[in-house]
């Protein structure tokens, strides 16, 4: 992420000629007055951009004051304009989503405007009306669980620390989550959040990780389970709740659902710390739950990946020096889901609310779809770019029914050439390890 900030910033000052240039396909510009920053570009960065830019926080830069925003008023227009920024990478005009934060066409062209423009101030005493917030809203907080101690970020060589820490809750009692709220305790050093929900049984697993690796918490990557030497096998079976990234405002799961937490169970928080633009500080992230005894339709978030890359890693290869290496599964979701959720019954079809993707630092572009009984292929997610950096969970605005008969499909790509980052790669295969890399989709369903 900072790589393509720099590079950004380096572009748009090397020429404002060049900017405009590229500006020039927005729209005409002869009819519509110059923007100024209080009325028509401040609404903007502070609506969808400064959740992230601002003092202490994980952008490169801050855009919370005037003098700020006209200092990058050109990496600002780049970035926009090649819509690298907000970050959103589901492609457009395949679907439909909740919660987006894309620029339109429209507030493109305002912040290039003005950019190009020289950023002139307007009126401080007349600000621009805000924009409507993106994000949803957790109805009600019945539990708030924080980390069970303060847990200070490790630097190491590529600056990032992925923490895993058991939460201090356990039901005693079948319990569904209905809302999922997580504030991080130091945003500037958070670069995303996520929950999963361990099994019951897992709880001398947990503890034996958490012992080995000294702190608060144990060392994980790509999931929940440890990636400390010699940490055994992968915890069995993890269920993804949800997850956080800057400018998520947490929010309840489609009305009259839940997940099913069962007696025993232990949640899991993982968290994933940056630190290239801040010095480590004590964290103690919190998240807050809304939950029921009984919902009218359970939901649950079945993981879409073959096991065959699970149970035998080097039937996922990427071979060192290759580039367009694609990996691709084709699955009859009834007897899939049965096996990983016995709990709820799928087979005779059910809906799609939510879709998440995963990959490691090797991916390139992802898909998630359905298959059709008919041969149509209805795809509920196409990452044509993918960046690790900025992974988080699309909400579809319409649930997607999948019938009796329809196949779910993943399909992946990587790129295992040399880099700056890996100047002699090697074949790479299945792993939780920064070095190894994963397909893997994560679908909120119901059954229908």
């Known amino acids: ?48 951009c400064a ?17 700020q925003a006209r200092a990058q008023r050109l990496a600002v227009a780049n970035a926009v304009t090649r819509r690298q920024m907000p970050p959103w990478h589901a492609e457009r005009g395949v679907r439909a989503y909740r919660h987006d934060p894309s620029l339109t066409d429209e507030q493109i062209s305002t912040v290039a405007d003005w950019a190009v423009a020289g950023a002139p101030a307007g009126d401080p005493g007349s ?35 992925y923490r895993c820490f058991v939460l201090d809750w356990s039901p005693t009692a079948p ?18 959040i996520i929950l999963f929900l361990a099994p019951p049984g897992s709880d001398r697993t947990l503890e034996g990780w958490d012992e080995a690796d000294p702190g608060a918490g144990y060392g994980c990557y790509g999931g929940p389970s440890a990636t400390l030497a010699g940490a055994g096998e992968s915890l069995r079976a993890p269920q993804f709740v949800s997850g956080w990234v800057p400018g998520s405002t947490g929010g309840d799961l489609p009305a009259g659902t839940g997940l099913l937490v069962p007696t025993g169970a232990r949640l899991i928080l993982q968290a994933h710390y940056n630190l290239e633009q801040a010095a480590p500080r004590a964290d103690r992230s ?32 990427i071979p060192a020096g290759k580039n ?12 899939y889901a049965a096996f990983l959720a016995p709990s709820v019954d799928l087979t005779e079809g059910f809906e799609i609310h939510r879709v998440a993707l995963h ?20 795809v509920l997610l196409e990452i044509p770019r993918w960046d690790f950096h900025w992974q988080r969970e699309y909400q579809l605005a319409q649930p997607a029914g999948v019938d009796p008969g329809d196949h779910l499909a993943l ?25 190894d890399e994963m397909c893997i989709a994560f679908l909120y369903v119901t059954p229908s």
Not at 176 to 183: A, E, H, L, P
Not at 324 to 335: A, M, T
Not at 425 to 433: F, H, L, N
């Open 1 to 48: 992420m900072k790589r393509a900030f720099i590079a950004v910033v380096l572009a748009a000052a090397a020429s404002v000629a060049l900017l405009a240039s590229l500006l020039a396909g927005w729209g005409d510009d002869t009819a519509r007055a110059t923007p100024t920053y209080f009325q028509d570009v401040k609404p903007i960065l502070d609506g969808r």
């Open 51 to 67: 959740g992230c830019h601002y003092d202490g926080g994980i952008g490169p830069f801050a855009l919370t004051s005037y003098e």
């Open 127 to 161: 600000p621009g009306a805000g924009l409507p917030p993106v994000g949803a809203r957790l109805s009600r907080a019945d539990l708030r669980l924080p980390m069970p101690e303060a847990y200070t970020p490790r630097r190491s060589a590529d600056a990032d620390d």
């Open 175 to 192: 319990t569904y989550v209905t809302g999922v709220n997580v504030t991080p305790g130091t945003p500037e050093q958070v670069h995303h």
């Open 286 to 317: 919190e998240v807050e739950l809304s939950v029921a005894k009984a919902v009218e339709r359970p939901g649950l978030y079945v993981p879409l990946v073959n096991p065959l890359w699970v149970l035998e890693p080097e039937s996922f290869s």
């Open 324 to 335: 367009g290496v694609r990996h691709e599964f084709e699955v009859d979701p009834s007897p």
């Open 359 to 378: 990959m490691h630092r090797l991916g390139v572009s992802g898909e998630v779809a359905i298959e059709r009984t008919g041969g149509r292929t209805d």
């Open 411 to 435: 399909r992946c790509e990587h790129d295992n050439t040399s880099s700056e980052d890996r100047p002699n790669p090697r074949e790479v295969t299945w792993g939780e390890d920064s070095s």
